[in-house]
């Protein structure tokens, strides 16, 4: 077996500490989307054990502790946040607009 090296990989300086690539859990990202920035945020899920959320591209609820991702428009406020499954985000432009909704369903 080879000895472990302790070295930073690609380049990284020392001093800085690793890098964390863009769509880790807690970093935010901005996408452009309906002409709009958004920030989008990876949410692990187990901070929010015991909340449910609907994503607004699969009209699905997102169950407790499931690993999700948040997003909103950039000048948006936290009314304006939306909890998204990360496959639904990403076909976000390949779906309708318009979900069908019963008259009684919760629109959260």
């Not at 001093?15 to 958004?38: V, Y």
């Not at 187990?46 to 999700?68: F, L, M, N, W």
Request: with cysteine; glycine share 12%; charged share 30%.
């Amino acid at each position: 077996m080879s000895p472990r090296h302790n070295r930073p990989r690609g380049g990284e300086n020392p001093a800085e500490g690793p890098r964390t690539p863009p769509g880790r859990f807690g970093l935010e990202n901005t996408e452009e989307w309906m002409g709009e920035d958004w920030k989008v945020r990876h949410v692990a899920g187990a901070s929010a054990v015991g909340k449910r959320y609907r994503c607004p591209g699969c009209d699905q609820e997102i169950p407790s502790g499931t690993p999700h991702l948040v997003a909103w428009p950039e000048y948006g406020g936290v009314d304006d946040r939306r909890h998204w499954h990360k496959a639904c985000w990403n076909a976000k432009d390949r779906r309708t607009t318009k979900v069908q909704r019963s008259r009684n369903a919760p629109k959260h």
